[in-house]
């Protein structure tokens, strides 16, 4: 079954259709999620929240398109929620607390998923989006909602604050 | 360095990096690199830049193990959707068919009256079957069914 074949047989009322889509994109919509929330539990509940939003919504959805783009605009909406009601939880989006310990190059990934972490949810976002993702300028300014040039801007902002926490890191520390 | 320098400074560095992004960008490659050979502060930042870029290549997610559909499934059968303007569109059909079909009396003097009635009534069974399935099944419930199974 793909995804149209789901969101048509959940407009006849068949409910556990739902599972396939969920099944299929939970895993990224979760690490999306703990990107803009900035912790695990927001995430999960923000990520149930959208897919419980898109189930609703499935009228409005165009079966002819992807599902995870429009998708992803429902989850945004939601962790700015749960974000906002969190009030700057504490920030564990892309490093598990219980990692073994670094060593040699591995040191400086950690170090760069720590400075990560450190950074605005918005710059964060743009990073992880663009970087882990592979999402094309375009795709970005269609998704996020944000004209191309801004995108490009935002984007090198974000980069170089991310490049002063590491030099911060490298120098302090972490 | 001037505000309009470092403007110019920041104008290069977004489009080396569009570049590296694999993006078009505003400048062309040959502006680029000329300013950055003229610009110590810009080839730095740029060499910085360039190993940042690289480095987030290798950046992957941490898996999160939770199974969403647990907690989703019992909310989900209060929120039923709909096809989309599925109804709408019978409706509309149908008032442009039987518009149509009186239209079609009234300028052609055309059909026999049997038909004059049969027709109208043809379609909105059909765009009642369209709309709920059969419109002649007897619907009965599981309440009515276990009840019956009961007696």
Known sequence: MDDADAIRRCWEGDTDAFHHVVQRYQRRALAHARVLTGNDADAADAAQDAFLDAFRHLDRFDVTREFYPWFYVLLRNRCFKHRARAQEGSAVALIDAAAPEPSGSREALQDLRRALDRLDAGDRELIVLKHLDGWTYDELAGRIGIPRGTVMSRLYYARQRLQSLLLGEAGGGG | ?151
Request: charge should be negative; glycine fraction near 4%; charged fraction near 25%.
């Open chain 2, 1 to 151: 360095m001037t505000t309009s320098s470092r403007r110019s400074c920041d104008e290069i560095r977004m489009a080396a990096l569009a570049r590296l992004d694999g993006e078009a960008a505003d400048l062309a490659p040959s502006e680029i690199e000329a300013h950055a050979m003229g610009c110590e502060p810009c080839r730095t930042e740029l060499a910085r830049l360039a190993d940042l870029h690289r480095d987030l290549g290798r950046v992957d997610y941490e898996e999160l193990d939770v199974d969403l559909w647990r907690g989703l499934r019992p909310r989900l059968a209060a929120s039923a959707p709909h096809a989309p303007a599925r109804d709408v569109r019978a409706i509309v059909a149908l008032t442009g068919a039987l518009v149509a079909w009186r239209l079609a009396q009234l300028l052609l003097d055309w059909p026999a009256p049997v038909v004059n009635s049969i027709v109208p009534l043809a379609l909105v069974v059909v765009v009642l079957w369209r709309l709920t399935g059969d419109p002649f099944a007897i619907r009965v419930s599981s309440h009515q069914l276990q009840e019956k199974g009961a007696s």
